[in-house]
Structure formats: C-alpha cells, structure tokens
C-alpha cells in the first residue's frame, strides 16, 4: 500500500474511532469486496464469505474507540476478518464430528433393540418440547426451514425479513433447542437428534 492510501486510512479510522458513520461506510465501500474475495479462498462459499464480512464490520464498529492506536488500518482488518475464517472452519470441523457421532447413534438406533429404540423415543420426544419453548418467531422459522423444508429465501420472502436475519433467528432456535436438550433429557441421544436436524 502507497503512503498516500496508508494515511487515508488512518484518518478514517480515527474518524471511526469518534463515531462518524460516514467514515465507516468510506472504509466498508473501499474494502468490504476485497475481503469477501480474500475470505471466499479460504471458505470456498460466497454467502459464507459476505456473512464473515459483515460480521467482522459489525465487530469494527463496536470497538471504534480502540482504532486510534492502529497503524495499519487494512492489515488490522485482513488479521481480523482471517481470525473469523479460521474459527468458522474450526467450527465446520466440530460439526462433521458431530455428524459422525450422529451416524454412529442412529446405527445403533435401528438395531431394534428396546433399549436403543427407547433412548431415541426420548430424544425425539424432548425434541417436540424444546420446539415449542422457543419464542415465536423464531419456532415458526425453524418449522417452515426443517419441517417444511423451505429455504432461507423463501422464509425471507414470506416472512418480508433478510436472509440474514432468518439465518441468525434459525441460529438462535437451534442455540435454545441444542440447550433445553441437554438440560433435560439423554445428552448423547439428545446432542446426536439436534445436529442431525440441524444438517438435514
């Protein structure tokens, strides 16, 4: 980067840091495409790639008035929007594992033993109830996404939200299902029932 670029960026961070939004938006406007492009390398997903970007602006934004002390305005951003890529594909690691742990439940499941058949029982029994603990909004989006099997697009179109914010309600609904679960019932049959839910 030029010194000219450097010491623009510096200045609107400094404005950042003072909370001028218009600032903000000169850096989203200047950078937001370049990162999704850097982060969609590391993912191999577009609409992954523009969450993390939005995600990591949104956590810019709430640490404004640390950004005084910042000499590199583009590294700091690169450092932090690949912090967030590597932690989504750490957690994509965790969720294959689970997955497999599921596999591994559900053979057990179907060897017709009673016990193996009663655990599940239990599992999708506690299930139905942690459904219907969930607010509202956020029950009605998880049934239309898992029981319907609609897709984010057409919730959004339905429901007139984002696809972002039927994505993070549906988050939040698996969040208080995978909880009451574990609160209440068989956690190795409860966790395997809400991940294979969740992926299915």
């Known amino acids: 980067m030029d010194s000219s670029a450097l010491h623009n ?11 001028d939004a ?60 690949a912090n967030r890529a590597k932690d989504h594909l750490k957690h994509q690691e965790h969720e294959v594992k689970l997955q497999q742990h599921l596999v591994r439940h559900l053979q057990q499941a179907h060897s017709n033993t009673t016990q193996d058949l009663l655990d599940y029982q239990i599992g999708e029994k506690l299930y139905r109830q942690a459904v219907q603990q969930l607010p509202a909004q956020r029950a009605l989006i998880y049934k239309m996404r898992h029981e319907q099997g609609m897709s984010y697009d057409e919730i959004a179109q339905e429901l007139e939200l984002s696809r972002h914010t039927v994505r993070n309600l549906l988050n939040l609904a698996l969040k208080d299902i995978r909880k009451y679960l574990l609160q209440h019932g068989d956690i190795t049959g409860a966790v395997a029932l809400i991940f294979f839910l969740k992926n299915s």
């Open 22 to 81: 218009q600032a903000f938006a000169e850096f989203y406007d200047a950078y937001a495409v370049k990162l999704a492009l850097y982060v969609s390398r590391f993912l191999g997903s577009e609409l992954w790639a523009e969450e993390i970007v939005q995600d990591t602006f949104l956590k810019l934004w709430s640490i404004r008035e640390t950004l005084t002390t910042v000499e590199t305005p583009a590294a700091f951003v690169y450092r932090m929007i």
């Open 9 to 19: 960026d510096r200045e609107i961070f400094q404005r950042i840091a003072r909370g």
